[in-house]
């Protein structure tokens, strides 16, 4: 088994030395691998969202999330803090090794990943996410295409928490136009794929048609990493498809769960499994040494 990961992962240091350009998916395992953990309680997410999980008896941050509150006093009061966390949390080491294993390679980050982490190691330019990100907030309906910086906002309102759950009345973040409650920009039934969400998608698709239709010579590392079962269709399955009718483009799928390279990619994939905060780690080093 030893023998077959340490060749999986020379094969990769070798795709990534080699390629012209990369292309990464992210997923939520990069996060949780950086401790980062929004499906389960983690030390630092718990730290600084132990009086909600004793409050309300959340299993996850996320669950807190998707919560019903009561209120939009409540219902801020949980989403200013879990907020003002991703907003002041240090880029996890995951991130950090990704960028030093990208060097100065042209890159584009597709991510399902909504806290902010990509942002604080990547150029704003370079990523795509897909799902929105905790970083902005918008009007729940919504009624224009307007997109708002969440930082001073949630810094004020966690400033001021009552019993320290629940903000005041007057703090309900609501919309300067049509006056409903603000809600942040993450995917669900309201989620606004206005136009920064369509630009970031074009910016995403454009260094595609670069680097694979008009660059026809060009190698194309696509590099998953993390991603889970949940919404195949935006990273996953695309890359396959990518790596199945082009012929130089190479698909690396890193997990920490068991999982195997499909089989029609033969020759065209590799997959790796492991603690990705180990498997980056060692990934860095080797590059390093070939650079
Ligand atoms: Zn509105």
Redesign the pocket.
């Known amino acids: 088994m030893d023998f077959v990961m340490s060749d999986a992962k020379k094969l990769l240091t070798e795709k990534i030395m080699q390629a012209d350009a990369i292309v990464i998916g992210g997923g939520s395992g990069l996060s949780s691998a950086a401790g980062y953990d929004h499906y389960h309680w983690s030390p630092a997410l718990r730290e600084s969202l132990d009086v909600f999980r004793e409050y309300y008896g959340f299993r996850s941050p996320l669950d807190g999330f998707y919560h019903c509150f009561s209120s939009y006093e409540e219902q801020w009061g949980y989403y200013s803090q879990y907020i003002r966390f991703m907003w002041e949390a240090p880029p996890g080491q995951t991130y950090l090794d990704l960028k030093e294993i990208v060097g100065q390679k042209p890159c584009f980050i597709l991510t399902t990943n909504v806290d902010m982490q990509f942002f604080k190691v990547f150029p704003k330019e370079q990523i795509c996410a897909f799902q929105g990100d905790f970083q902005y907030c918008q009007?729940?309906?919504?009624?224009?295409d307007v997109l708002y910086d969440s930082r001073r906002m949630v810094e004020a309102m966690t400033e001021q928490l009552i019993d320290g759950v629940k903000i005041k009345t007057d703090m309900v973040p609501r919309?300067?136009?049509?006056?409903?409650v603000m809600v942040p920009w993450v995917r669900d039934d309201s989620f606004l794929e206005g136009k920064y969400w369509a630009e970031q998608a074009e910016q995403y698709h454009r260094f595609l048609r670069h680097w694979i239709a008009e660059q026809g010579d060009s190698q194309v590392l696509l590099l998953e990493l993390g991603v889970g079962e949940m919404t195949p269709s935006v990273i996953k399955l695309p890359f396959w498809e990518m790596a199945e009718k082009n012929r130089n483009v190479f698909y690396a799928c890193l997990n920490k769960k068991p999982s195997h390279a499909p089989e029609h990619l033969r020759g065209k994939s590799l997959y790796l499994e492991g603690d990705l905060k180990e498997t980056l780690g060692s990934l860095k080093e080797e590059v390093k040494r070939y650079r």
């Open positions: 009007c729940s309906q919504p009624c224009e919309c300067g136009k049509c006056g409903r």
